[in-house]
């Protein structure tokens, strides 16, 4: 009976509200539950009582009637908000006028400004605009328009880049060697001999600038570097090691690769004065190497260029796979750089050397 009647008072109070305002469970109100004493027979327990014998489902679910603010209340709702919008304002302008702790200032590296930050002065704008970007020139013609951007009030030194296909890493794919320039570098090559004996009066007679045994060594020891090429003999090499540390480098020390250890002195004396240059190629594979003077005549220009070309060529690593020339371009030391065509480059004949 009384479950029943609470049955009746709920229907009652749903049927109440309006059909949006009361929300019913779609399920079906079940039987109630039903208690019946337990058998005492089936078990020796001494809890004589009632039990639980069958739940057959839950209550009906209660009616949920929907609540809608009144005026007054949503008045001083957006009221509240607006306060707290005004605060989170006023606290991020104090925050904002607040000065900052002054930062540490940056030193190498960091100080230097972002590639995106950087601006070129208006010299270099101006010359710029003399060569298509990313275009690919001929020799004679990018020869003829580096002579064009060179616009200093000094003589520039012009050079070429080559991107090669290597990886230095690898032993088999280093890359170090020298390049006799025809035309010459336009440089003064200062040379300084070390060797002992018969050997100092040959140096003496080829154009050695400075000459000397353990006395030399001393000397760079001390910090003495006023030389551009450092030669040795075979013999004095064991002494020279001690200066590994000081000509390395400074790409000083006296190597077979380049040309620097010899027994011909007089001979390697003369190459390095009248031109001979010594390259290798960086951890990426690049090599930069100088090939004359922005007052050179074109032809000159075009001579030496055609011959550090050869040279790269000549001496491509074993180990180098695939495409060996990945891109090539000439600038002067102040200038823009400009793209040459690979192709029409190493099947270039230049003119007759005079």
Same mark, same amino acid.
Request: glycine share 6%; aromatic share 4%; proline share 7%.
């Given at each position: 009976?009384? @479950?029943? +009647? #609470?049955? $009746?008072?709920?229907?009652?109070?749903?049927?109440?509200? /309006?059909?949006? &305002? =009361?929300? !019913?469970?779609?399920?079906?109100?079940?039987?109630?539950?039903?208690?019946?004493?337990?058998?005492?027979?089936?078990?020796?327990?001494?809890?004589?009582?009632?039990?639980?014998?069958?739940?057959?489902?839950?209550?009906?679910?209660?009616?949920?009637?929907?609540?809608?603010?009144?005026?007054?209340?949503?008045?001083? @709702?957006? +009221? #509240?908000? $607006?306060?707290?919008?005004?605060?989170?304002?006023?606290? /991020?302008?104090? &925050? =904002?006028? !607040?000065?900052?702790?002054?930062?540490?200032?940056?030193?190498?590296?960091?100080?230097?400004?972002?590639?995106?930050?950087?601006?070129?002065?208006?010299?270099?704008?101006?010359?710029?605009?003399?060569?298509?970007?990313?275009?690919?020139?001929?020799?004679?013609?990018?020869?003829?328009?580096?002579?064009?951007?060179?616009?200093?009030?000094?003589?520039?030194?012009?050079?070429?880049?080559?991107?090669?296909?290597?990886?230095?890493?690898?032993?088999?794919?280093?890359?170090?060697?020298?390049?006799?320039?025809?035309?010459?570098?336009?440089?003064?090559?200062?040379?300084?001999?070390?060797?002992?004996?018969?050997?100092?009066?040959?140096?003496?007679?080829?154009?050695?600038?400075?000459?000397?045994?353990?006395?030399?060594?001393?000397?760079?020891?001390?910090?003495?570097?006023?030389?551009?090429?450092?030669?040795?003999?075979?013999?004095?090499?064991?002494?020279?090691?001690?200066?590994?540390?000081?000509?390395?480098?400074?790409?000083?020390?006296?190597?077979?690769?380049?040309?620097?250890?010899?027994?011909?002195?007089?001979?390697?004396?003369?190459?390095?004065?009248?031109?001979?240059?010594?390259?290798?190629?960086?951890?990426?594979?690049?090599?930069?190497?100088?090939?004359?003077?922005?007052?050179?005549?074109?032809?000159?220009?075009?001579?030496?260029?055609?011959?550090?070309?050869?040279?790269?060529?000549?001496?491509?690593?074993?180990?180098?796979?695939?495409?060996?020339?990945?891109?090539?371009?000439?600038?002067?030391?102040?200038?823009?750089?400009?793209?040459?065509?690979?192709?029409?480059?190493?099947?270039y004949k230049p003119p007759m050397v005079v």
């Amino acid at each position: 009976m009384m @479950a029943s +009647a #609470t049955a $009746t008072a709920t229907a009652a109070a749903a049927a109440s509200l /309006s059909p949006l &305002a =009361a929300l !019913t469970c779609p399920k079906a109100a079940a039987a109630p539950l039903s208690l019946r004493p337990f058998s005492s027979s089936s078990s020796s327990s001494s809890y004589p009582s009632l039990a639980l014998h069958t739940l057959h489902s839950c209550s009906p679910c209660l009616p949920i009637a929907s609540w809608k603010p009144t005026r007054a209340e949503a008045a001083t @709702a957006a +009221a #509240t908000e $607006t306060d707290v919008v005004e605060d989170d304002e006023a606290t /991020s302008e104090a &925050a =904002a006028e !607040t000065p900052s702790p002054p930062s540490k200032p940056k030193t190498g590296k960091a100080a230097l400004l972002l590639k995106r930050d950087r601006t070129r002065s208006k010299r270099f704008l101006e010359i710029q605009k003399l060569r298509e970007n990313k275009k690919e020139y001929d020799v004679p013609t990018a020869v003829a328009l580096l002579k064009q951007m060179s616009s200093t009030r000094f003589v520039e030194s012009v050079e070429a880049h080559f991107r090669l296909n290597i990886d230095p890493k690898y032993n088999d794919q280093q890359l170090r060697a020298t390049v006799n320039l025809p035309k010459g570098t336009g440089q003064t090559v200062k040379v300084a001999v070390l060797t002992q004996g018969e050997n100092i009066d040959e140096a003496k007679n080829a154009g050695a600038d400075i000459i000397g045994g353990e006395d030399l060594i001393e000397q760079i020891k001390g910090g003495f570097m006023e030389f551009d090429k450092l030669i040795a003999s075979p013999d004095m090499m064991p002494k020279v090691a001690s200066l590994g540390k000081i000509l390395g480098p400074r790409g000083l020390m006296p190597n077979p690769k380049a040309g620097t250890v010899t027994t011909d002195i007089s001979q390697a004396i003369q190459e390095f004065k009248k031109g001979k240059v010594e390259y290798r190629a960086d951890k990426t594979g690049i090599v930069h190497l100088p090939f004359g003077k922005a007052n050179f005549p074109d032809d000159d220009l075009i001579i030496n260029l055609i011959a550090a070309v050869r040279s790269v060529e000549a001496n491509k690593p074993s180990g180098a796979k695939g495409i060996y020339w990945k891109s090539a371009h000439i600038c002067s030391s102040m200038g823009p750089s400009i793209r040459l065509n690979i192709r029409e480059m190493l099947d270039y004949k230049p003119p007759m050397v005079v």
